[in-house]
């Protein structure tokens, strides 16, 4: 198929990949026509840009002092390992052009080489350590959308992070709702009315608190066109429908 001719797969299939969420042979293939074909992998590069700015979501964090600590004691460590390994290339170079002695003469290289190895298990760690915390702190994805309008132009992409119980959205087009109007998020259960997840300000990127029960089986998310505010709760969308897209849970 040529993408080329079909620009709203091609703007779904640009998000999949950047996301994670294009798997196996139709990630290849994806991954062939962008280096054959310039539009396909300027798409892609869009959208991991676009992608790369949610990490402004994230508050800006001062590292605790323990941070620069274990920083500076990984350098000093690499520097005594280096010191290490050219005592006993040194070393080895002085055996080399001396006739043996026994293993006594070996002994100093001995040392270094288990001095080395204590600090090599010690850095392991320390980074073992570090990458494990920021596994831990990394926000998980469950579900996305990629909501579109009526023209099929990809307007904002929707995740689900089950650990923070919130829904985070951001804004990838250019629409304004005017300063008298709200864009208001609801979810499309199957034979059901729809329910609201919550009302949307102006800013190109927040997050609304919600449950896994909020997308639990809810195929479609759309956005609607309303008055300030938002509709009251407990009644239905009043204005147009003006995104939309497939909620998608991820498997891996």
Do not use: C
Request: charged content about 20%; proline content about 6%; hydrophobic content about 45%.
């Amino acid at each position: 198929m040529n993408l080329i001719a079909h620009p709203e797969l091609l703007e779904l299939l640009a998000a999949s990949h950047a996301l994670g969420t294009l798997r196996g042979g139709a990630r290849r293939r994806f991954e062939s026509l962008a280096r054959e074909q310039a539009p396909v992998r300027a798409a892609a590069l869009v959208w991991q840009g676009r992608l790369a700015s949610m990490t402004e979501l994230q508050s800006p964090v001062v590292p605790d002092a323990a941070v620069w600590t274990r920083i500076r004691n990984i350098i000093d460590a690499e520097k005594a390992q280096h010191a290490l390994e050219r005592q006993r290339d040194e070393a080895n170079a002085r055996d080399a052009a001396k006739p043996r002695g026994g293993w006594l003469s070996s002994l100093a290289l001995w040392r270094g080489a288990t001095a080395a190895g204590a600090l090599a298990t010690v850095l392991a760690v320390v980074v073992g350590l570090n990458l494990r915390d920021q596994l831990i702190n990394a926000p998980a994805v469950q579900y996305v959308a990629v909501l579109s309008d009526d023209q099929a132009a990809a307007s904002m992409l929707v995740t689900f992070d089950p650990r923070k119980k919130q829904l985070v959205l951001q804004r990838v087009g250019s629409y304004a709702e005017g300063a008298d109007k709200s864009l208001q998020l609801w979810a499309l259960p199957p034979g059901g009315a729809p329910r609201s997840l919550g009302v949307l300000d102006n800013a190109p990127a927040l997050r609304l608190a919600a449950s896994e029960s909020d997308v639990h089986q809810v195929p479609t998310l759309a956005v609607t066109l309303e008055a300030k505010g938002g509709v009251p709760p407990g009644s239905g969308p009043k204005g147009p429908i003006v995104f939309k897209g497939a909620l998608i849970e991820k498997t891996i």
